[in-house]
């Protein structure tokens, strides 16, 4: 019988594209297959970026190795159709992990960099490794539920629509048991080469959520501001993990009042 074939990640277009503006990669969280959720999330900039969001399909198992060098052959293939600069790398929690294994083997190919409340401290919450060691013997039924369980530690309910609920809800349960255990596992075995990143010059924004109640965003993103020589924190006070759903937080906006956008 022949292999089933498997879908490749690819480079979604959430917004108007405008290959005049700056190219900005956003790397999503676990729910990167939720694709609902990514036009929520990056909605607003397309007021100066061309956006591209980085999907990787539900029966794609793979390592962080591998993911690198996708994210960077996907981004290398948008620049030859139109070169630019500058070119923005996002990372959004799983994402940010994503992106700061981009850095650390390719750390010139963006040139301004944005970290959200990134899972880089996952491995230092002790509740979360002991779940995600025990995840592989959970029912199958508990696993549907548990994605509507763990919607309030991923967001401040009360901050967010319905619609964005719902596309959050969606966006948790989407991915194959089997794919959530392999991502659950990659953010366990998650590290950094600090060194290499230390030797970053380029522009970071570190942007944390003080009500994070799945990770400690704030902590972690004072730990990356030492780390690296050129960055700068914002923290949100009210919001929690998933803040990029929440109706007060525009990330273009948020650019903006940092001074990180060419806009």
């Known amino acids: 019988m022949p292999s089933k074939i498997r879908s490749q990640p690819y480079f979604l277009t959430t917004q108007f594209s405008n290959p005049n503006y700056p190219l900005l990669v956003f790397l999503p969280g676990m729910d990167e297959t939720g694709k609902e959720l990514m036009y929520i999330q990056t909605a607003g900039l397309e007021a100066a970026f061309d956006v591209r969001c980085f999907v990787i399909p539900p029966d794609e198992l793979t390592s962080w190795d591998q993911m690198t060098e996708q994210v960077v052959s996907l981004t290398k293939i948008e620049l030859e ?11 959004e929690s799983f994402g940010g992990c994503l992106a700061l294994k981009i850095l650390e083997k390719y750390p010139q190919l963006f040139t301004k960099i944005i970290l959200i409340n990134s899972a880089s401290s996952f491995h230092r919450v002790p509740w979360l490794n002991l779940g995600s060691l025990l995840f592989p013997y959970t029912p199958q039924f508990f696993y549907k539920i548990s994605s509507f369980l763990s919607l309030p530690f991923l967001a401040n309910l009360s901050q967010i629509s319905p619609a964005a609920s719902i596309a959050l809800s969606k966006s948790t349960s989407s991915a194959p048991k089997e794919t959530a255990n392999q991502r659950l596992s990659l953010m366990r075995e998650f590290n950094i080469d600090e060194n290499k990143l230390s030797q970053i010059t380029q522009p970071v924004l570190l942007i944390a959520s003080k009500n994070d109640r799945l990770l ?12 690296f020589s050129n960055s700068q924190v914002i923290t949100l006070p009210h919001s929690g993990h998933a803040c990029l759903v929440e109706r007060d937080i525009n990330l273009f906006q948020i650019l903006l009042s940092a001074n990180f956008s060419v806009a």
Do not use: D, F, T
């Open 81 to 91: 159709k139109v070169p630019r600069s500058p070119v923005y790398l996002c990372g």
């Open 216 to 227: 400690p965003s704030e902590a972690e993103v004072k730990r990356l501001n030492n780390i």
